[in-house]
């Protein structure tokens, strides 16, 4: 798990966002409700990069919520493909 929250740091670090092109395709977007390290600001930018539907989508849980809702983030991707 280091490794992986090392290229997190690294990727923020050293991305930019130059040409944005919209997707045609809903987004789907899944955050902790106490993460440091996540604004909700940023969830909700999103929105901004798509043509179609927004979803924003919290669990309870950090910046690793996932490691904790693996479950019911299954059955939110199985009901939206």
Request: net charge negative.
């Amino acid at each position: 798990q280091i490794l992986m929250i090392k290229a997190d740091f690294i990727m923020c670090e050293k991305y930019r966002c130059e040409n944005i092109t919209l997707l045609k395709c809903p987004i789907c977007i899944m955050g902790g409700t106490e993460d440091d390290h996540v604004k909700q600001k940023d969830l909700i930018e999103w929105k901004n990069y798509t043509f179609s539907q927004f979803e924003l989508i919290k669990f309870v849980g950090g910046h690793f919520f996932n490691m904790e809702c693996i479950k019911e983030i299954c059955e939110i991707i199985n009901r939206q493909c």
